[in-house]
């Protein structure tokens, strides 16, 4: 499996972990008060990070720092999105397609002449 590849697959995996852990509690445990809500984000965001560290180590092989953070912010707001709209029950709002734009815009700059994994 090419490391780009294997690199946004965990760092999708590793979203679903953060995304979860930053907004999950605010429908989940609403009733709850705030260090309970943290703490219990804080243990899910272990995972998280058991999946990010491993993805960015293996990505760092191939790509470049600005790269893998591209990769990163995009994989973030694909994963974002559906977990707004189907999970948080929040309206689908155009401005998502602006955002969506403006970060396939940031991509073409960062890997621009580069390509996947030269520097």
Known sequence: MPIALRTALLL?????????????????????KWY???VIS????????????????????????PQLKMMQEVITLLVFVPFSVYYMKQPLRLDFVWAALCLLGAVYFVFRGHGVGAG
């Open 12 to 32: 999708t995996a590793s979203n679903l972990f953060m995304t979860y852990a930053w907004y999950g509690h605010l429908r989940t445990l609403a009733d709850r």
């Open 42 to 65: 804080w243990g899910i965001a272990l995972f998280e990070y058991l999946l990010q560290v491993p993805a960015n180590r293996i990505g760092f092989t191939a790509l470049t720092l």
């Open 36 to 38: 309970v809500a943290a």
